[in-house]
Structures are given as structure tokens and as C-alpha cells.
């Protein structure tokens, strides 16, 4: 398992749980370092070795060489002459590569031990020194608060307001050498990755060139996966050093998503037999259930100083300044627990925050900021003609220009160059390209950010976990596979528009030896605009790699992709079957659910209003799968809504509105599959809209095999469990049903309505 990201968000909270991760990448570090000096002792200890054994061999040559064979006789064969020779012979062979031995051994320091020492000393050495300041900035942090809070509510308000400020000056600055050290900690742990592998441990034995012959394929790839990872650590890092500095800007507008409604650290009165004391605590809130945790943490040792203690809320109420010395504080009364609970916030605006969570009387106030408003760009007729435009200028005038798409354009050209696209008068018109004047390098970032402007990836949010999960998959045929039933279970216009865009990929990197740009490389530049997080954080920059390598597979496979439909599930004797089997089994994971059906219509019927984008090959191929498809299956499959055949397809994933009810009459189109989740199955008394899972709002349903959550907005259950309530989601393929009071997502083809 590897290390877990530390978040910038997390260096201004400081909890226990950010201290204990913190530690975990602190013990990493020191094993690596000492690692690194084992390692230097025994490569010396080598050299050493190799010397006595270079010495030993050339004595051993030199004593082949002196020796001479006498023959009987004044005259010697062609083959007694071979023979005499051959000692010399080997001799010689002998003392070559002992040359060889010599030149890696006085290399050795260079080559090895130096970069193994400057990476410890450099690298290690800096975390270490970032370590020491950041150990004495939480001392000096916590005893100024401890000085600050102590401080008596009675003195004069200029004088407490110049307090104030002087403990924020130090809060900030303990706040920014955190940030600090998180990057550096995280830098370190990334570089070693190249940085300690790529000096010494095959570039030391390059030079006995006949051994290295064993080791070229490997060292191939090696080098290249080197090469892969510092590309990635570069723009991994530039990432991170922006996130960074975003949070030293703004801290407060970049919090990290939690459980909890507020968390952070307070003074928790004490009483004492003859006094009261003040102890800190890590504190967290949750409004739903109003628990309170208190947990005793000293931040100077890192350490607890006693038990965890939880109480559930019942009232809060600021503390008025006249009634006690302490500034800042709150009362909290608990349900099970006698007496009131007095609290010390760090700050006003920290003592605000903490009423407000626990609706206390203190005036709620709106931090957050309006949302920005989303980008214009759409996945409309004019998207496709601004990206079709880009990409015929691209494969017509400059596919061969080195650095496509890696280097930009000027910012002022590129959004002058959108504006013309996305202007309604001139976007609709196919017959207009973009003008010869127009750079290559503008017209490739205008087709980026183009991308960038959508309201959401292309790849969609909330396939975004799904895709990088594939990536990290062992085996590269169940990515690729993964991957081609993710890739259809995209909306049809964002499904149509990454296909253009792969082919076009695909098209470039074909042309690599001139541009430059490999497979790898466009993973690179698109992985973060197609697949980026919805949330800016350390653990989903450090999955920027796996959202390259899904942009490689579907570059390298795009005509498998999107011109085949991923596999068909079982047919339903099968289905039937193994719903027998699921109260045996353990309940499958969500991964294991089945993803699509595969519809079709008879060959005669049509429809005029096809999708222009469609193309004739694409047809042929799905024509002749559906087809098998339904020779193998003798019952009939539900039919979709001709409405829906136009651009959308039925998938359980978030669409803006829910399909309309199936109708077994409804034509649909021979030449372009539908996918949808499986239905459920309906009941056969009944052929009226009534009986429709869809229509029937607040019904019951039983479970016809086991399945486990992956989600907290989905419910786990095993087969023959019964919901309450059940009634269509907002998302195609799921239902919504309570259970045991919880109420989440159910899968639709796992339950039969009662």
C-alpha cells in the first residue's frame, strides 16, 4: 500500500489524523536515508572487492601468458601451433575485460556513490532541515496561543487588538512553513523514484559493455519509464507548487471536503479540585447526528495526552466577555453528560465558525463565495464545428510541427481565435476554415481550452474515480476492456466527441518521428483537460499519471473502442441462473454489476433523423453484432423510446432528466446501438404503463441477487431483502428505496417490484 497524500487543505487544521500521515512519510524518508547509507558502504565495500579481484585475474592472465608448450621434435603442427597460442590468447581476453573492470571501478564514485550521497544530502537533507523549522514553528505557533489565550478579557482593546494581530502574523507563518514542508516531503518522495535509480544502479554497469548486452532490453525500458516518470514528476510538481500557492493566498477558500461540519482545536475548561485548567483538544462536530469528538493531542509532542470523549449536543451559547476571564469562549451543554462544557475558540472568527456549526446564538454569516459562473463552451452543433474546424487545420497544415499541442499559443491570440468560433453567425457555417494567418500552436490551444470551458470534463466527473481505477489495473486487457465499457456508458454527444478527438490523437502520434509528440506525450498534455478532478486536491494530482495512461490506452485502441460495443452480458437463462446461485455467494461489488444491454431492432425498419456523425463502417459493424445478439437470445428485450435515439443513451450515470417509460413498440435504429442498464424485470399480468417500474412512484422491491455499495450514496444488501419506497433516480439504470432508514441508490435490474 502506498504512502497517503498529505493535502494542503489539512496544514491549517493540523489534526491528529494529519500528524499521523505526516509521520508515516517522516519514517519513509529516514528508511530511504539510511537505506542510501547501507548502500554506499556496500558499493565501496564492492570496489574494494572488484580491485582484489581485478589484481588476482590479471596475475592469473599474466601466468597463462609466460607459460610455453614444448613439442617433440623441430617442427610444430598447424593444430599443436593453435594450441600453443590459445593460452596467449585467453590471457589476452582476460586482461580486456579487466580493463573494462577498471574503468567501471574508477568510475564507481562518479557514477555511483557520488549521485546516491548528493541525492541523501541534498534531498533528504532538505526535508530533514524543513523538518527542524517546521518543528520549531509549531512550538513557537502553540506558545504564543497558549500566551495569547491567556490573556485577560479586561485589558484595553487596543491592546488586545494588537494582539490579535501579532498571533495572526505567527499563525500565518507557522501556516506557510507547513505548506512548505508538505511540498517538500511529497517532492522528495516522488523524485527518488528517478533521481536514485537512474544514476547508478544500470548506468554503473553500462561500461563492461559485453555484460551489458544481457541487460539492454530491460535497460531499454527502464530508461524509458524513467523518462515517463520525470515527465510526470515536472508536471506533477508544477501542479502541486500551484496548489500550493493558491492556499498561502487563500487558505480559507480551499478547505478540504470532510465528514465532519467544523473541526479544529479548542481549550476545553477543566475543573480541578481547588482550580480549573485549560486543555487542548482536537475537536470535530457533526450537525446530523450532533456528536461532538474530543480528543486530547498536544501538537509540540504529536502525541495524546488522554481519552477520546464524545457527547452529543444540546445547546450552544456564546459566552459573554463580562462573565469570564478568557476571551473567546462558549458554552456547550451536552444530552449525556450533566453540567456545562466551556470552550476556548483560537480566535473571534474561529469562535463565530463554531457557533454557527452548532446554531448557537452567534449571527450566521455566509463565507462562501458565489460560485463562478460555468464556461459558455457546449456539446452542441457549434462545439462540434469549433473542434472539427481545429482539427482539420491541425491534420492539413501542421501535423508534422514538433511539440503539437505541448507548446501554446499567445492567451490574447488563442481567446481572440475562440471568440470568432463561437460566434452564432460564423460557427454553423461548415464552408469556413480557420485562416492560414492563424499560428498552429494558437489554433491547438483554442481546441484545449475549448475543452477546458465545458461545464464538466468530457470524461465526465463521475466516471472520473471509474477511469483511474481501470488504469490502475494489473493486466492491460482488462484496462483496455474496462476502459471500452466505461468509454459507452458516456453520454452519446461526449461518447461522439472523444471519438473524434482519439482519431485525430491517434493521427498525430502517428506522425511522431516528425512532431515529436508520442502516445505518452498527448497522454500528458490531455489527460488533466479530459479526465480532471472535480475536486483540486494532492491525492488527485498525484492521479494525474493513471489519467495519462487511460488517454494512451484509448489512443492506442480507439478503433476497437469506439467502433465495437463493449461485451453483452449473459442471456437470461443465465441471468436466471446465476440469481439462484447469489444467496450462496458473496455479494459482488459494484464493478461486478452488468454495465449495458445491447438493443437492436429488425433490419427493415428506419429512421430518417439519424446523427449526421455516424458513420456508414460503424454501422456495418454494430448491424452485424446486433444481429448475432439477437439469434442467440429468443426472448424478446426491452425496447427504448424512439425519443431518446437521436443523441442520448441510457446509462447509469447523472443525465439532466430521467427517459421516458420503454415502449414495445417503438422503432429503433439498425444501424446505432443502444445501451442501457438492464431492466428490471416487469410483471406479466400487465401490459399498461401502470405497471412500469418507472411510473409507479413509492412501491416495494425485492432483491433478486446480493450487492455490496461502493458508494455512500448507494445501499449494500443481500438477495430478498425488501424496500420501501422505492421510485425512479435521477439516474438512468438506478432506483431510489429506503432500507433499515437509510434511503440511497439501488440497482434497477437487481430488484423485481412487489
Known amino acids: 500500500m502506498g504512502l497517503p497524500a498529505l493535502e494542503f487543505s489539512e496544514c491549517c487544521l493540523d489534526s491528529p489524523q494529519f500528524r499521523e500521515r505526516l509521520r508515516s512519510h517522516e519514517a519513509e524518508l529516514e528508511k530511504t536515508n539510511k537505506f542510501i547509507k547501507e548502500l554506499i558502504k556496500d558499493a565501496k565495500s564492492l570496489v574494494a572487492a572488484l580491485k582484489n579481484l581485478s589484481s588476482a585475474k590479471r596475475k592469473f592472465a599474466d601466468s597463462l601468458n609466460e607459460f610455453k608448450f614444448r613439442c617433440i621434435g623441430d617442427a610444430e603442427t598447424d593444430d599443436e601451433i593453435c594450441i600453443a597460442k590459445s593460452l596467449q590468447e585467453f590471457a589476452t581476453v582476460l586482461r580486456n575485460l579487466e580493463d573494462e573492470r577498471m574503468r567501471m571501478i574508477e568510475n564507481a564514485s562518479e557514477v555511483l556513490i557520488t549521485p546516491l550521497e548528493k541525492f541523501r544530502k541534498e534531498q533528504i537533507g532538505a526535508a530533514k532541515d524543513a523538518k527542524k523549522k517546521y518543528d520549531k514553528e509549531t512550538e513557537k505557533y502553540c506558545g504564543v496561543l497558549e500566551k495569547h489565550l491567556n490573556l485577560s478579557s479586561k485589558k484595553k482593546e487596543s491592546q488586545l487588538q494588537e494582539a490579535d494581530s501579532q498571533v495572526d ?26 533521481e536514485f535509480v537512474e544514476p547508478g544502479l544500470f548506468t554503473f554497469y553500462h561500461h563492461g559493455y559485453e555484460l551489458a548486452k544481457d541487460f539492454s532490453d530491460f535497460k531499454t525500458e527502464l530508461t524509458i519509464s524513467i523518462q515517463n516518470t520525470r515527465n510526470r514528476f515536472e508536471g506533477t510538481r508544477s501542479e502541486v507548487e500551484s496548489l500550493m500557492k493558491k492556499m498561502k493566498e487563500n487558505p480559507h477558500e480551499h478547505k478540504n471536503l470532510s465528514p465532519n461540519t467544523m473541526e479544529g482545536y479548542l481549550y476545553v475548561q477543566e ?36 481519552e477520546d470523549e464524545a457527547v452529543i449536543l444540546k445547546s450552544c451559547t456564546r459566552r459573554k466577555t463580562d462573565s469570564i476571564e478568557k476571551r473567546f469562549c462558549f458554552d456547550v451543554e451536552a444530552v449525556d453528560r450533566p453540567g456545562v462544557i466551556t470552550m476556548q475558540a483560537l480566535s473571534e472568527e474561529d ?27 457546449q456539446l452542441d452543433n457549434i462545439g462540434f464545428s469549433i473542434i472539427k474546424k481545429c482539427i482539420h487545420a491541425v491534420e492539413t497544415r501542421g501535423i508534422n510541427e514538433q511539440g503539437l499541442y505541448r507548446i501554446v499559443g499567445v492567451n490574447s491570440r488563442v481567446q481572440k481565435l475562440l471568440s470568432i468560433l463561437m460566434d452564432p453567425k460564423t460557427a454553423t457555417e461548415t464552408e469556413t476554415e480557420i485562416c492560414a494567418e492563424w499560428e498552429i500552436k494558437t489554433i491547438t490551444s483554442a481546441l484545449k481550452t475549448y475543452l477546458r470551458m465545458l461545464p464538466g470534463p468530457l470524461m465526465m466527473y463521475q466516471f472520473q474515480r471509474s477511469f483511474i481505477k481501470a488504469a490502475k489495473l494489473e493486466n492491460q486487457e482488462s484496462r483496455v476492456s474496462e476502459i471500452h465499457s466505461l468509454v459507452h456508458r458516456l453520454p452519446e454527444k461526449n461518447r461522439q466527441m472523444l471519438h473524434l478527438l482519439m482519431n485525430h490523437l491517434a493521427k498525430v502520434a502517428n506522425n511522431h518521428k516528425q512532431n515529436l509528440m508520442t502516445v505518452a506525450n498527448l497522454g500528458v498534455v490531455f489527460g488533466p483537460t479530459l479526465l480532471r478532478p472535480q475536486e483540486e486536491t494532492v491525492a488527485a494530482i498525484m492521479d494525474i499519471k493513471f489519467q495519462n495512461i487511460v488517454i494512451e490506452i484509448l489512443i492506442e485502441n480507439h478503433e476497437k473502442i469506439f467502433n465495437t460495443v463493449p461485451e453483452t452480458p449473459p442471456s437470461n437463462s443465465q441471468l436466471l441462473l446465476s440469481r439462484k446461485k447469489s444467496t450462496d455467494s458473496k455479494p459482488p461489488s459494484c464493478s461486478e454489476r452488468p454495465l449495458t444491454l445491447f438493443h437492436t431492432a429488425q433490419p427493415n425498419e428506419k429512421q430518417e433523423n439519424r446523427n449526421s456523425i455516424i458513420n456508414s463502417s460503424l454501422e456495418s459493424v454494430v448491424s452485424s453484432n446486433a444481429n448475432s445478439f439477437l439469434n442467440s437470445n429468443s426472448s424478446p428485450q426491452p425496447n427504448l423510446n424512439s425519443s431518446d435515439l437521436e443523441l442520448e443513451v441510457i446509462k447509469p450515470n447523472r443525465p439532466n432528466s430521467l427517459p421516458q417509460n420503454p415502449s414495445p413498440t417503438s422503432p429503433l435504429s439498425p444501424s446505432w446501438p443502444m445501451f442501457s442498464a438492464p431492466s428490471s424485470p416487469m410483471p406479466t399480468s400487465s401490459t399498461s404503463s401502470d405497471s ?60 423485481e417490484f412487489l
Not at 501556516?175 to 527518488?192: A, D, T
Not at 457533526?286 to 495526552?305: C, H, N, W, Y
Not at 454557527?356 to 462562501?368: F, L, Q
Request: glycine share 6%.
Open 692 to 751: 412500469s417500474p418507472i411510473s409507479s412512484p413509492l412501491r416495494k422491491a425485492r432483491a433478486l441477487y446480493a450487492c455490496k455499495a461502493e458508494h455512500d450514496s448507494e445501499l449494500s444488501f443481500t438477495a430478498g431483502t425488501v424496500f420501501d419506497n422505492v421510485h425512479p433516480s435521477q439516474e438512468p439504470g438506478w432506483l431510489e428505496g429506503t432500507l433499515n432508514g437509510k434511503t440511497g441508490l439501488i440497482p434497477e435490474n437487481y430488484v
Open 271 to 306: 475543573k480541578r479540585h481547588f482550580s480549573t485548567a485549560w486543555v487542548k483538544h482536537y475537536c470535530t462536530y457533526e450537525r446530523e447526528s450532533k456528536l461532538i469528538t474530543m480528543v486530547p493531542f498536544d501538537q509540540k509532542s504529536g502525541g495524546k495526552a488522554g
Open 351 to 377: 469562535r463565530r465558525l463554531w457557533m454557527e456549526a452548532m446554531d448557537g446564538r452567534e449571527p450566521v454569516y455566509n463565507s462562501n463565495k458565489d460560485n463562478q459562473s460555468e464556461g459558455t463552451a
Open 169 to 194: 502574523l505567527v499563525r500565518q507563518h507557522f501556516y506557510e512553513v507547513s505548506l512548505e514542508y508538505v511540498f517538500k516531503v511529497q517532492e522528495v518522495q516522488e523524485r527518488k523514484m528517478f
